[in-house]
Every structure is written in C-alpha cells, then in structure tokens.
C-alpha cells in the first residue's frame, strides 16, 4: 500500500486555487485514459500476456539451473528497470547464483575488460535486450560476450543460452533469432523502453532474480485500479512547481536499496519530458547520506527545488538503547523533520510512504510514476513517449562509424 500526502510539506508554496485552473485539461485527459487511446496504460496485460510469462518463467528455471552468471546486456529502457526492481528487493549479501550482471549500459573498457575475464571460466546465460536491436552500446556488449561463448558452447547450447529480447519483426537481434534459432522474447511495439519494465524486458532478470512477478504485477493492477488519481494529483502539483519557477524535482528516497529506483525516476521524467526547450530536470538524493551534502543546497541555495520524497514505514528494527526511539521509529521521524525543515527553507515536499518495501508496493510506485509521467508531459504539451534528443546521438554515432 502506498500512501500520498501532497500537501503537508507543499501548502506554503502551492496556490490551490490556481489547481482548478487544470480542471478542464484533466477532464480531456482521464477521458483518455478512462476511455480514449490511453485506456491500454490502465491494463497490465499490456505489459505481458499470461502465456509470455509462463514462457519467461521456464526460461528463467533454465537459467537458474544453467548459469553460474546470468548476463543482462541493455541500456536506458531495456535494463534501468529491471536493475532498480532487483536492487530494491534483492539481500545486500550473499544473493546466492546466479549472478546477475548488467552490460552494455557504457562503452567503458575497463569495466569490460574485467567482466570479461570474470566470465571466461563461467557458466553463462545472456539476455540482450534492445527494441531497436541496432543501439551501439548493447551491441558492442553482445558481440564481446557472444565471442566468448562461442568457444565455449556449440549451437544447440547457444540455442538456449543466448536469448534475445526484441522488436516482432525488425532490427538485427530479430534477423539472428530468425537465423540461427534463439530462445526470444518480444518487446510489445506500443511499450517506449522507459515504459517497459513490466513487459518481457524486464521480467525476465527479475524473475531470473528470484522476486516475485506475480505480486509486482498485482501492485500495477493496484495502481491502475486504486492510484490513478493519486498519479493525475501528483502531476498536477509537478506542473504547478515547475510553473512557479521550481525547475528542479529531487526525488529523495531513504532507502539505498532504491538507489537504483531513483535512476530509473531520472530517466523517465528526463527521456519524456525534456523537449521543446521544456521540462523539469530530476535529481535524485540518498538520504541521510545527501543531508550532508545536497541539504545545504535544499535548504538554503537557489529557490529552484522541489522534492518528492520516497520513505518506508514500516522497516525492520533493531532497539537504540540511549533514544526514545528504535531505528525505524528514527528514521521516520527524520524523514518528518527533514521536509518540515526545507520547507522553513523554500524547498516544499510531497511525500510517498510505502508502508513496506516489497514486490506489491515497489509495482504500485512505479506503476503510478509512469502514469504520472505520461500526464505530466500531456500537461507540459509535449510527447511524453518519444526522444528525439537521445536518437540523435545514436545516428551521428553511427553516421561517423558508416564514413
Ligand atoms: O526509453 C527509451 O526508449 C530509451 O531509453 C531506450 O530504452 C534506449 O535508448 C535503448 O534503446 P533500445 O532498446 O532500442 O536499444
């Protein structure tokens, strides 16, 4: 269960007679949603079909029983999910096998040349994942790793070691599956990569990972069914922010397991709404760590900030001897004071707890994030499902290597 207070922190900096002025724009909005050509974000089946993710947890009963490193290769949209879901809800230790390795997501030659050494004596299974099947990064990842496995596997073991997760039709990942027979996956063509973490793209890792799918999948029914006016509210207060001169959003988790859940909030507010000159810019905060660095800023810099702030109520404890508090009741109670302070400052806050940090509640936030997204950049004007400014890069990448 998720439970929203935009208000609390806000009401200093939020003129709420100013929100009736949205009323039209998210009647035409919900009418989308409700009934329109948006009503398919309201349908987890959008994301996977019952069949795909009986295909994907027999694919990952393979894995776990095959692999001693399990090789995850996708950048943006086609891993940042995923990673932010294992992160969240994975042990910090000993996480047991296989291991789960993202690549692909840098063109950083040391990080490949140590994992590609650390994988040599390995037993490995790898997921490429890419829409597009044609961006740089992944496919210099594949090439390297698939060299490996190469010599270490003949083609009908690659049939079942190599898996690709792409577009139906096109790109290259699909060409080598029509060729050569690879296990695959189809990444729905109406899903944008930051819009994917519940279609095959992500579910695999995850489930390969050992969570629970099926309860994240119940929290995005929740979030459909119980949060969607929570996600309109929440884009409404946004747009106010960002309309009074507050261009910055911080989200600011206390959690570091959802450190990971913080690059993914960058990525999909940054890839949907930065266009057209517009949008707000995301920063993300780790607290308590960030109080004693980014706090000054939030406190007492440039009137430019507003946070959203992700907490968990109810943690594991362990008793303090010398406070009136135990460590949960601690950090709770520093997530209160810490808003209560910026907003003496000039930050305001709207806050989300999450009453427990597992698969249900972790489906429902990002499930609500991505709808929240999509209204806000409606609101803002813009398209919030294209990213004309990231294809860019790739095509004078790939214009300088075709010279
Ligand atoms: O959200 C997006 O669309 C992007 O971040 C993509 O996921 C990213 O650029 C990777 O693209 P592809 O999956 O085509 O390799």
Redesign the pocket.
Known sequence: MLNFDFKKYNNKFLDHSNMHDYDDAIDVIKRRFIQGDLSYWLDAKTYIKDDELSKIKEIANYVRNNADVFVVI?????YMGSKAIIEALSPMYDRGKPEIIFLGKNLNPNEYVETLNHLKDKEIVVNV?????N?LE?SIAFDLVYKIMKQKYGEDELQKRVIITTDEEKGKLRELVNIKGYTSLVVPTII???YSVFTPVGMLPIVVSGIDVDKLLIGVRNANNNYFDRAVDYAVVCDVMYKNGKEVESFTIYDEKMMYLGEWLK?LLA?SHGKEGKGLLPIVNINTRDLHSMGQYLQDGKDIIFETVLAIKNNATIQLDDYSYDLNGLNNMVVEKVCEAHQNGHTPSSLIWLDVLNEENLGELMQFFMLSTIVGGLLLGINPFD?PG?QEYKNLIMDELNK
Do not use: A, C, L, W
């Open positions: 996708g950048i943006g949209g086609s994942i890419s829409k597009s099947g961006t992944p944008g990569g930051r990525q890839e990213q990231v």
